[in-house]
């Protein structure tokens, strides 16, 4: 379905591990990620998400259906990080946004701690990163519904990090891996910047006070 709403360009796909343990890692500026890191990476992938969409009968069913690990925000969650260690251990791949939350500017924000240390704990298991451009642009985070638009994924090696890696250069590496360089925002009609509002004083296209 993916594919047939957005022209979704995938490379480097022959550089990932078809099977033992993974972790997936890319940055996070569109509901829509997980869908396209699915494009990118063929294989079963369960994905570290907010709780909130497990608030409802529906919602919980469906994504515990698709594999998706519940987080609580702003908390230490055990039940998550044994969901993990669970997925690893069972030779599955596991997708971790280590921003945490989805970027309101398309820049991307602060790598979590608590995300780098858990990778830091697993020094054997691949880090898969993942540079997915065009996603800001089709479903930014203020705004209500998604538009159409093109989306790359690159796949790029995956390596395994030193026993002795510290937090700080382990985040560093990771960042200029998945940072995406596309221009970000780029769309020049006020429809499609309907809702930036919650950011910005004023349209970019029209350049009229909201």
């Known amino acids: ?67 998706c690990i519940p987080r609580k925000r702003y908390a230490r969650d055990a039940a998550c990080v044994r969901s993990i260690y669970q997925v690893i251990r069972e030779c599955g791949a596991v997708v971790m946004f280590p921003e945490g939350e989805r970027s309101w500017t398309g820049a991307m924000g602060p790598l979590k701690e608590e995300v780098i240390r858990l990778l830091l704990r697993f020094p054997d298991v691949p880090i898969l990163p993942l540079r997915i451009q065009g996603n800001y642009n089709v479903w930014p985070r203020w705004r209500s519904r998604p538009a159409a638009g093109r989306i790359k994924v690159e796949v790029l090696p995956a390596f395994t990090h030193d026993r002795n890696e510290t937090a700080a250069s382990l985040s560093e590496k990771l960042r200029l891996l998945i940072e995406p360089n596309d221009p970000g925002f780029f769309k020049t009609n006020c429809v499609s910047t309907r809702g930036i509002e919650k950011i910005l004083y004023r349209c970019p296209a029209c350049m009229e006070f909201v």
């Open 1 to 67: 379905i993916v594919r047939l709403v957005f022209r979704v360009k995938v490379t480097g796909r022959e550089s990932i591990p078809l099977k033992g343990p993974l972790f997936v890692v890319a940055s996070h500026r569109s509901f829509l990620d997980p869908l396209f890191a699915a494009c990118g990476v063929k294989r079963y992938l369960n994905y570290v998400t907010t709780h909130q969409m497990f608030r409802g009968r529906l919602s919980s069913f469906l994504f515990s259906r698709i594999g």
